[in-house]
């Protein structure tokens, strides 16, 4: 059983490049999640989605797009990086959106130059 | 404006002693409380969680206390072990169908010897 997973687990953007950040889990969890972490400023979620099909924003979503095809996967674009970007992304499941135990995967470190 | 604080951003604890961490929050809508522990170059991992209508929960050595009149809940850690170091983030839960988890700066602690 894998979890959540994440990749890339490291990524050096130039400014104005795009990328994708994917996420896929194999826990049937229906609430996904994207947070970011900055120094001193603890995990900010940025996008979520209750389900396939539907995304909505959460506290920092500008610059950051999402899509939910399947219940498995949850990828987080970047359209233009900008060094404000620069952070580790964090994507969580949970089996429901009242279920308080989310399950984070490992991290991507991306630093955008 | 941070819903949630931790505003003591390490702690070092000896060997068998109990660590305290603290959080503060204030917005009275938050009904769960969650407590993470992460490692590094690791996602987080939920670690307590108490409801806003109880004001202790206990796990083996982890308790977790919340005093909602002042808006305060705390971890306790007794006896407190090397493994435990790593930085503990407090999470909230808002009430509704959009619940979503608000987290803390986190707090470093550093178990020693």
């Known amino acids: 059983n894998a979890g959540v997973t994440q990749t890339p687990k490291f990524q050096v953007l130039k400014t104005g490049q795009s990328m994708t950040l994917q996420c896929a889990q194999d826990m049937n969890h229906e609430y996904m999640s994207w947070y970011r972490q900055d120094p001193g400023m603890g995990l900010r979620l940025i996008h979520y989605s209750v389900g396939a099909g539907i995304t909505d924003q959460g506290e920092v979503p500008n610059g950051y797009n999402v899509s939910r095809s399947t219940t498995e996967d949850f990828p987080l674009r970047l359209l233009s990086a900008a060094p404000s970007q620069t952070s580790v992304y964090f994507c969580?499941?949970?089996?429901?959106?009242?279920?308080?135990?989310?399950?984070f995967g490992q991290g991507t470190r991306l630093t955008v130059v | 404006d941070q819903q949630v604080k931790q505003n003591s951003p390490s702690l070092s604890v000896q060997e068998g002693r109990i660590s305290i961490l603290n959080c503060d929050y204030t917005?009275?809508?938050?009904?769960?409380f969650l407590w993470y522990k992460k490692y590094p170059a690791e996602g987080p991992t939920f670690l307590i969680s108490i409801s806003s209508i109880k004001d202790k929960n206990e796990d083996g050595r982890f308790t977790v206390f919340l005093n909602k009149s002042a808006k305060h809940l705390s971890l306790h850690i007794v006896p407190s072990q090397p493994g435990d170091s790593a930085v503990y983030f407090c999470a909230a839960r808002g009430t509704g169908t959009a619940s979503k988890l608000t987290f803390g700066t986190g707090t470093r602690l550093q178990v020693t010897l």
């Open positions: 917005n009275s809508m938050f009904d769960y």
């Open positions: 969580a499941s949970s089996y429901a959106i009242q279920n308080t135990e989310a399950f």
